[in-house]
């Protein structure tokens, strides 16, 4: 396991007893933008992570709760709240250029509500976080932090629904005490944010695709220190320029340095060179010796 590097952190002027709940890449990679539970947004440089001028949006909703970006202005982001409301930010003019509620989506393209309707998936307990890995695969993390992959089905054709990959509970399967997210990273791929709080750590592990998916634990990076006892909120990843942004409990966002793929190569064909001869035994001695055999040991932890 590799770790990252923390290259710097910053409060981003937020008031006392308030933390960031999303991080979020602008479009283009311009800048990050962020809702914090004091109802603000908040536009800042990914480098230094310093506010940008006029980059703070005041109360912009009645309990803020989503942050996305909006493809059809690079300029803009959307943002959703416990009002009921969806708006839509200018970042140049820094003002609202409009509102929505009351929102349903339907494909157009077809007349009857009810056969706009693709696919329902029972997951079987209430969901976490849900999206796409590629175009005809959804992921599902519920609550209890137990994951599924689902193949979406095409209703014009006569194809048997096929067999979801049940990951199971990721706290087992990566023993950890908490998921910050799943994101996608191209390629049907995605990195899992895997939190533990009692050793102050954030893991990055991979989900990957294949004759059925796989969570490899070996390829883990880790963000030794992560922030501190408390929870960690949100994730981001740059893929350009190697880095992930993080932001807490702690009110901070901090920003870490991937180890680059040669230092992560040359590590793992060092672990596979001490390995004794004795699988099942080289399996058990590398497993005691990371953080996450330790963290079996202790046992869970629920932070919710």
């Not at 007349?111 to 706009?116: K, L």
């Not at 796989?214 to 922030?227: F, K, V, Y």
């Not at 190697?242 to 230092?263: H, I, R, Y």
Request: net charge negative; with cysteine.
């Amino acid at each position: 396991m590799k770790p990252a590097s923390l290259t710097s952190e910053s409060s981003l002027s937020l008031p006392a007893d308030s933390y960031i709940y999303k991080l979020i890449h602008t479009s283009q990679n311009a800048a990050l933008a962020a809702i914090s539970s004091d109802d603000s947004l908040r536009i800042f440089d990914p480098e230094q992570l310093q506010l940008q001028a006029g980059g703070i949006f005041h109360k912009t909703h009645e309990g803020v709760t989503c942050l996305e970006t909006f493809d059809a202005d690079p300029h803009c982001v959307l943002t959703a709240g416990r009002d009921a409301a969806g708006r839509c930010w200018d970042l140049r003019s820094e003002r609202k250029t409009f509102e929505v509620k009351d929102v349903n989506i339907y494909d157009t393209a077809i007349a009857d509500e009810e056969e706009a309707l693709i696919q329902i998936i029972n997951h079987g307990s209430s969901i976490n976080h849900a999206g796409f890995l590629s175009n005809t695969e959804v992921y599902a993390l519920s609550h209890d932090e137990n994951l599924s992959v689902y193949h979406l089905t095409n209703p014009d054709e006569n194809i048997a629904t096929e067999v979801p990959s049940k990951l199971g509970d990721l706290r087992s399967v990566l023993h950890c005490e908490y998921i910050v997210d799943i994101v996608p990273s191209g390629n049907g791929q995605a990195i899992i944010g895997a939190g533990i709080r009692s050793t102050q750590e954030l893991c990055l592990v991979p989900l990957q695709s294949g004759s059925q998916w796989s969570i490899p634990r070996d390829q883990a990076i880790c963000l030794n220190g992560g922030h501190g006892p408390e929870i960690i909120r949100s994730m981001c990843l740059n893929h350009a320029s190697q880095k992930v942004f993080t932001a807490g409990e702690d009110g901070l966002v901090k920003s870490w340095q991937m180890p680059a793929n040669d230092e992560v190569e040359n590590e793992k064909g060092d672990e596979e060179e001490a390995q004794p001869r004795d699988e099942k035994t080289a399996l058990r001695e590398n497993f005691k010796k990371t953080k996450f055999g330790k963290e079996r040991i202790r046992g869970r932890f629920a932070p919710y």
